[in-house]
């Protein structure tokens, strides 16, 4: 393999062809179901497969017996499968996502987030970063293989339309499609981080999720404030109290012991050697407010806090009026919107009924307390790397970001991983991606960083090429 052309073929295809489709992709709004309850009306998620697919066929159209499919189960979100021949009797199976997170308020001025912006080696707009790039990383890495006449084993390419909203409709995909996927033996997904843009990142675990909505009611409409305070207890304060239940106040720490998990000791010296290699940039990539410092000063115990340990968030409210609106009323209702994230080895739907089952007793003065489960997730813990991948990631990142490579746990999901990890239990996982230092996917102002795509479609050509011998390559540069 010659790894100068293999460069320059995935840096030209690129430059010449995903960056101007990636903007496209960036103006089309499809957001993902949850987000988007008329998705199927609204057609921008077709508009989306239509885009994708029509790029990726006219990619594989001189390559015989590779097909593409779109297929779209009853009542379900479309989805991409893409089947390319091999050599052997493996599988590489290759993951993306097309669907996307909300607006979000906040981007900055010339930004926004179905306007494609290019400003140096970053391109803004939602769903660039996260995860429209997966598609065209893993047919371009093919494509470069192929290009040089690399043999590989059989790759299958799926990129599903709702992975924002917990992947619930994939596992009917993967039961549909499972003889014609198969038992893959390598699994790659580029819907991950980077702990920075220099050297590559695999991902060693993904923290598990409980979400849903945590509402108490005390009265039937608003009273006076002045009339019913110190009488009627406020929703708001009962809300306060049974949040208490989950999570310490003053540290933010999670209380119950049930939603804790014994960290491998393998994770947390892989977190200090993390903390070594980004020093402050653990947290000083977040767009702090001037004088705000993090939770500790340990910095291995803020990765461990990151990818190991159950944090509360509290990402929306509902019966709280603007303050512009707000009047001396004793409202009668507060509701919050809750995500509580889990250990990777925490078994979610248990997690999930444990954390209603807590939140609903005994209700503070007999209100009204219920607490809506909307979805549970389990997270992911990766199989010990075997002796071929660890030294083919490792001489990957050497070769094409001149760094070692870098092992951190991430604090998202990506519950495909956890399904994945079920299903094909035999398989190694090459899970990696683009979201770096400030690239703030679900955020305003997410970005790709351009290097960083190129140089990770290169290295998943490599480790694709070196799974078929599970040996070294013979490399030319």
Known sequence: MDRTLLSQSITQLWDAEIV????????????????????????????????????????????????LEVIELEGRTPLIYIDVPGVGEETVLLYGHLDKQPEMTGWSDGLGPWTPVLRDDKLYGRGGADDGYAIFGSLAALLALHEQGIPHARCVILIEACEESGSYDLPFYVDHLADRIGSPSLVVCLDSGCGNYDQLWLTTSLRGM????????????????????????????????????????????????????????QRRQQAHRVAEVLGTEVYDKFPRVEGLTPVTEDLAELVLNRTWRPQLAVTGADGLPPLSLAGNVLRPVTAVKLSLRLPPTLDAAQAGRWVKAELERDPPYGAKVSFQLEKDGSGWHAPALS?????????????????PAMYQGEGGSIPFMGMLGEKFPRAQFLITGVLGPHSNAHGPNEFLHIPTGKKLTMAVAEVVARHLRQGPLDVAR
């Open 20 to 67: 101007p489709q990636l903007m496209d992709y960036i103006r089309i709004p499809n957001r993902s179901p949850m987000f988007d309850k008329d998705w199927k009306a609204h057609g921008y998620m077709d508009q989306a497969v239509a885009q994708l697919a029509g790029w990726a066929r006219g990619k594989l159209a001189a390559w015989p017996g590779a097909s």
């Open 210 to 265: 409980v979400g849903g909505s945590l509402q108490v009611e005390v009265l039937h409409e608003g009273v006076h404030s002045g009339d019913a305070s110190g009488i009627i207890p406020s929703s708001f304060r009962i809300i306060r109290e049974l949040l208490s239940r989950l999570e310490d106040a003053s540290t933010g720490r999670i209380v119950p012991e049930v939603l804790q998990v014994e960290i491998p000791e």
């Open 387 to 403: 002796p071929w991948l660890e030294t083919a990631v490792d001489e990957a990142s050497q070769a094409y970001f001149n760094a």
